[in-house]
Each structure stands twice: as structure tokens, then as C-alpha cells.
């Protein structure tokens, strides 16, 4: 089984363009820009044995960048990730 990986905190689980909350951000509000960083790996919050794949990326604001990685379980059901303060 691939290795999840570390630093990274599960937000939510949310249908395409539903409201999630990033640092007080709805990411689907902004711009997404896509990072450098190699996408991450994750296992889905309630099929623990499955691994995902997530990229990362940023939300750039007057007052700050905001960084999380963010992909699709399944058809529409996005899945949102945080790094770990």
C-alpha cells in the first residue's frame, strides 16, 4: 500500500463548486495556482485503505497566499487538504 503523505490535515469532502472552508477562503471563490511541489498523497477519510493522489496548490490575496492541496475522489466529489500548522 502507497504511504500517506505526512504534514498534510484533511478539511472536507465537498460536491464540485460547494463551499469549502481554507483558511477562511472558499477556494472555488479565487483563482487557483498550481505549485511546483509534487502532488501529495492521501487516504480518503472514510475508506481508509484507499489512496488518492492531490495536488497543490495557492490562492493568492492582497493579504496572503493561502497553499492546500485539493483533487477528486470520485466524478464531482472534491476532496480538500491543509498543511499542518
Known amino acids: 500500500m502507497t504511504n500517506v503523505t505526512p504534514g498534510w490535515v484533511f478539511v472536507a469532502i465537498v ?3 460547494g ?3 481554507i483558511g477562511g477562503l ?3 471563490d ?7 511541489a509534487p502532488s501529495i498523497t492521501v487516504a480518503h477519510p472514510q475508506y481508509r ?3 488518492h493522489k492531490m495536488s ?7 493579504e ?5 492541496a485539493a483533487g477528486e475522489f470520485s466524478n464531482g466529489a472534491w476532496g ?3 498543511p499542518r500548522a
Open 15 to 17: 460536491p464540485d463548486g
Open 30 to 36: 479565487y483563482q487557483w495556482h498550481s505549485c511546483s
Open 56 to 62: 497543490i496548490y495557492e490562492i493568492r490575496t492582497t
Open 49 to 51: 485503505s484507499q489512496r
Open 26 to 28: 472558499n477556494p472555488w
Open 80 to 82: 480538500f487538504y491543509v
Open 19 to 21: 463551499a469549502v472552508d
Open 64 to 68: 496572503r497566499i493561502q497553499r492546500f
